[in-house]
């Protein structure tokens, strides 16, 4: 037995007292004086998360930086992961994740660390880009990280996630195609037994997206027949019900054929280019994949015209009828989603409701627009003004006054979907 180390007096590193001396004044005095909150207006409150939110991701700069330092000086050895995992108190998978991103965002998207320093990108979104290109030579994840500058700050995750594949795909199409069909042959089905006796999980992973998302809709539509006044399970149950219902038996409520809506250009269509295309709640798919759904035997083409300067959908084939605003499947088409700020939920699982033209009274609801249930009821809350302009653009006023702004999406590349915040002025 090999004699022991003398132990070392370990004392818990102290935080220096000055720490939030370089906040903005009203975090400060926030933190200060608690009772502050309770005397502010709606719209402050609303001001001071945003300001907290910028600092928290100025903060996660500046660790993610120490992180990415403390990995050099440990010659990058995955012992550095365990010595952070120990700092933060988390799982050292979760720090092994902060270790990457960290030298990622330090070598390879730096425009995309200086968001981070801006206060305009948080953590978790950074960390969309990084697992979005990780993929990417260092030549081709340049050109994203400058791409995704003016695209990533004010939209959420998903947008964000979205993006950055977008751009991905774009400058490296054959990569995207090699990458999908990677992950195809490792589709699988799995089973993870809970630590509550009796419940399971059962997943389908890496099966074709069009398929997976044909799969849900059927299910969601049966679930959601079965959901009667008298029915007390939610709709998640009956939606799992539904499922097992369907391997089982091959029952499981009503059948039908359900749709999906890929969004490509006639070019990518043609093989003339590899853009990348769009499935509607998914998001941009590799111009591959979006050639082997075309070619399903149950695939219906209709041919989409849209503004040459916009990208913004003005007809919309077989009856090739004008634009016309009360037609319930164009507008579903023009929309691809739910028109909510952020909201990715695909337009052929919304509701297309009446809102308020822009100028016009209150009664004055006669612009279709697409929104899920969800955000159908929430448009109907006290506080909540929802209007369209002349161009389509659908903003959204909120009770504490801020607009958030969202365009019609747009097949051009670089005119995706825009969100914008702003205050409402009064």
């Known amino acids: 037995m090999t004699p022991s180390q003398p132990l070392r007096k370990l004392a818990p590193t102290s935080v220096p007292q000055n720490t939030h001396d370089k906040l903005p004044f009203v975090l400060r005095t926030a933190r200060t004086d608690p009772k502050m909150l309770q005397r502010m207006k709606d719209e402050q409150v609303v001001d001071l998360i945003r300001h907290t939110d910028a600092e928290i991701s100025k903060l996660q700069a500046l660790q993610l930086r120490a992180i990415a330092n403390l990995s050099v000086r440990r010659r990058r050895a995955p012992s550095a992961a365990s010595e952070v995992a120990l700092a933060l108190s988390i799982t050292e998978h979760r720090a092994s994740t902060m270790v990457s991103a960290a030298n990622a965002l330090i070598a390879r998207l730096p425009r995309m660390l200086n968001l981070m320093d801006d206060g305009r990108l948080d953590l978790y979104r950074a960390m969309k880009v990084t697992d979005a290109t990780a993929w990417l030579s260092r030549d081709h994840v340049r050109l994203v990280d400058a791409t995704l500058v003016e695209r990533v700050p004010g939209r959420n995750a998903t ?14 199409p054959e990569g995207a195609a090699q990458r999908t069909d990677r992950s195809l042959v490792e589709r699988r089905l799995a089973v993870h037994h809970q630590d509550a006796g009796g419940v399971t999980s059962l997943s ?14 059927r299910i969601d539509r049966a679930a959601r027949a079965l959901k009667t006044p008298e029915e007390a399970r939610t709709l998640d149950q009956l939606r799992a019900d539904v499922a097992v219902d369907l391997l089982l038996s091959g029952t499981g409520g009503q059948s039908g054929r359900a749709e999906v809506f890929l969004h490509v250009d006639l070019a990518t269509y043609l093989g003339m280019n590899d853009l990348p295309a769009a ?46 605003p009360a037609h319930d499947e164009f507008i579903r088409v023009r ?20 809102t308020r033209a822009h ?9 279709p627009v697409t929104y899920c249930t969800r955000h159908r009821r929430l448009k109907s809350q006290p506080g ?43």
């Open 159 to 172: 947008q964000v996630r979205r993006a950055a594949a977008y751009a991905a795909a774009k400058v490296d």
């Open 204 to 217: 389908v992973n890496n099966v074709p997206t069009e398929k997976a998302t044909a799969a849900y809709t």
């Open 335 to 354: 929309d691809r989603e739910c028109r909510q700020p952020g909201c990715t939920r695909p337009a052929q699982n919304c509701g297309v409701e009446p």
């Open 279 to 324: 499935l509607a709640g998914r998001g941009p798919i590799a111009a591959s994949m979006a050639r082997r759904i075309i070619s399903g035997s149950d695939t219906t083409i209709r041919r989409v015209l849209t503004d040459p300067r916009s990208g913004k959908v003005i007809e919309l084939s077989p009856t090739r009828y004008p634009l016309d």
């Open 359 to 367: 100028g016009e009274a209150e009664e004055a609801a006669d612009q």
């Open 384 to 426: 909540w003004d929802y209007e369209v302009t002349p161009n389509g653009t659908v903003n959204v006023a909120t009770p504490a006054g801020r607009v958030h702004s969202t365009e019609p999406p747009s097949i051009h590349s670089g005119r995706r979907r825009a969100n914008r915040s702003r205050k409402n002025p009064r």
